[in-house]
C-alpha cells in the first residue's frame, strides 16, 4: 500500500502526461502546501500520513470557503474551479463516514467522555478529533456533538 506522498508523487506524474490541467495544477498546489508546512518554523521535517491528511484537510475547507464566497457574489464558474479542485483532492483523504457512522462514533465518544450537558463540548471534540482525523469534516463532527449534547 503506497503512501499517501506516494500516491501524489505518481498521480502528479501521470497527470502531468495524460496533459490534465486541474490534476496538475492540484496536486502542484498540495506538494506545495505540504512543502510548506515541512520548511515553517518549529517544523520538525517530513510531514507524517495523519499530518499530510491534516494540510489536505485544511486545503479542502478553504476551497469550501471560496464556492461560498462566489456563489454568493455571483461567480459560479469559479466557484465550479473551486468544487472541481476539491474532488480532485478528496481522492486522498480516507473513505468519508456516513452520517450514521459519525452519529455512532459521536454517541460513543459522548459515553468515554463521561459528557452530561453541552458544557462537555470540548472534552468530547477532544476524543473525537484524533479519532476520526480525515474521515469527517470538522464542521460536521462538531454539529452532530452540539446536536446530541442538547438532547442530554
Known amino acids: 500500500m503506497a ?13 502531468m502526461r495524460s496533459k ?7 496536486l502542484r498546489m498540495l506538494k506545495s502546501a ?9 517544523a520538525t521535517g517530513l510531514l507524517d500520513e495523519a499530518s499530510i491528511l491534516q494540510v ?6 478553504q476551497r469550501r470557503d471560496s464556492v461560498e464566497q462566489f456563489k454568493s457574489g455571483g461567480r459560479p464558474e469559479l466557484a465550479e474551479k473551486e468544487e ?3 474532488s480532485v ?19 460513543a465518544a459522548i459515553t468515554e467522555a463521561g459528557a452530561k450537558s453541552a458544557k462537555d463540548m470540548g472534552a468530547v471534540m ?9 474521515r469527517a469534516e470538522g464542521r460536521a463532527i462538531s454539529e452532530e456533538v452540539k446536536n446530541q449534547l442538547s438532547k442530554l
Do not use: C, F, M, W
Request: charged residues 30%.
Open 34 to 42: 505540504i512543502k510548506y508546512k515541512e520548511v515553517e518554523p518549529g
Open 84 to 86: 472541481a479542485e476539491i
Open 126 to 134: 477532544k476524543v473525537l478529533t484524533p479519532k476520526l482525523q480525515g
Open 56 to 61: 489536505i484537510g485544511t486545503l479542502i475547507k
Open 20 to 26: 490534465n490541467e486541474l490534476t496538475t495544477s492540484v
Open 89 to 107: 483532492l478528496q481522492n486522498y483523504l480516507p473513505k468519508q463516514l456516513s452520517a450514521d457512522e459519525l452519529r455512532a462514533e459521536v454517541q
Open 3 to 15: 503512501t499517501v506522498r506516494e500516491r501524489i508523487d505518481a498521480d502528479l506524474k501521470d497527470a
